[in-house]
């Protein structure tokens, strides 16, 4: 999108200027849409206008614009007056399928939308700007209420479950017998790895809000003979032992000195010839090209005191400075890439 920006016209042109700077709208449509569950309600069945109306609560005067709105944007389609889902919405953003993945959306709706707004404050007073500003633990502040500790570890599955995919699948799961998936969530990557690989006995780590939807998670996904949990903290807690271990958006919460620290501890924690996967949306080289992971690090700048996303390159050189031998960087699909390198 970036280069789109700047590739192809002779003439200066104010389009792509006015195409960024409106993407809020399109964006906040696409948001509301999944919060007034339209792409689940069409998957149960297709309606006209009026019926519409009616069955997701509009008000007459938006219901039309609102609706053609989607279809412009590629979410709906429309034919003969009746408005049904886009195949990717159908998949993606209908709530009763598997492959639901607006759990992180509806926590852009719900939290970032709004603290984004304050992204000028964040740029000059280096600054969070979310619900745990002057709190000293910001996890622990999100964690506080319920509700929200539930959006947040759900919102990381739907973020995650491709990169997991893939983890599951291209990793040599073959040459070890356990793993530990540090900062785990609800579970999604150890229960992929579980179910793809049924020799692997798996440990998800995290605070201890964590535990009782992680269990859940790992119950409904009838994993529960090979996966366990274990509350801790890892800054302050020896890290489980196990051949493989991951650490998935977490190292971009955090700033350079800690990013270290846990890379240090990973390596203590694992034997020689085990495995240190990190994976985030990994900025390219050359910071240039990859506008998502860039975007991601300004909002760890909004989201945490002092996290930033890095660049394959900058993650590589952390690990051979830890001891990690033979370190790589592999694309996951999706907007992740991971790093590995060997003890
Ligand atoms: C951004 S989320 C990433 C979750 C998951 N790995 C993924 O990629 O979807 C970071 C995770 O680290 C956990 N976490 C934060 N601070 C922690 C700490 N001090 N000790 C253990 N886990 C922590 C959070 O609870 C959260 O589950």
Redesign the pocket.
Known sequence: MNEAGKQGFDEPRVDYIMQVAFGFWSSKVLLSAVELEVFTELAKQPGDLEALTARLGLHPRSARDFLDALVALGFLERANGKYSNSTATDYFLDKRKATYCGGVLEMANHRLYGFWNNLTTALRTGELQTESKGEDNF?ATL?ADPQRLKGF?RA??S??HT?NLAIAQKFPWSNYRSAV?????QG??IVQIARANPHIRGIG???P??GRIFEEYVAENGVASQVRFQA?????DPLPRADVMI????L??WNLEQKKLLIRKAYEALPPGGAFIA?DAMIDDDRRQNLFGLLVSLNMLIETPGGFDYTGADCMGWLREAGFRETRVEFLGGVDSMATGIR
Do not use: P
């Open positions: 996890f964690y570890l990381m599955t973020m995650s990169a998936d540090v900062g785990c969530a999604d990557l780590f995290d605070l809000q964590a801790g903290n890892f800054f302050d650490m998935g958006h977490v971009h919460d994976y």
